[in-house]
């Protein structure tokens, strides 16, 4: 039954993306001295995961969900590569970053799963 709850799925999906993307970036740094190497990421969680059915805000007076600055300009913070000399596009301190980024959104995942058990233990009358 818990499997089956979307917060659980979700939570699963965002662990293993973080895995996943600690991963790629951990094979960019050892690849750091590797001339003509590319470094590589995956795309952002929010991009890539397809909930079973997707959610549906509901607004409850008019206005109160709408779409005003969804069209307004967003800062792209993410960093271009740099080539070096010999071709390698992987600066360490871009991986350190995005290593940093990988972790908290494992974290984060980790959290919504023990929180979800936690609500579901409280809600049988299982609090531990």
Known sequence: MP????????????ARHA???????????????????????????SEVYQPVQPARLRATRPGHISQAGADLPRADHAARPVESPDGNTVALEIEMMKAIESRRAHDRAVAVYGKSLDILRASLGRIR
């Open 19 to 45: 895995a996943a993307r600690s991963a790629a970036i951990a094979r960019n740094i050892a690849h750091a001295d590797t001339p003509g190497y590319r470094a590589v990421d995956l795309p952002p969680f």
């Open 3 to 14: 499997e089956q709850l979307e917060i659980i799925q979700m939570a699963q999906s965002m």
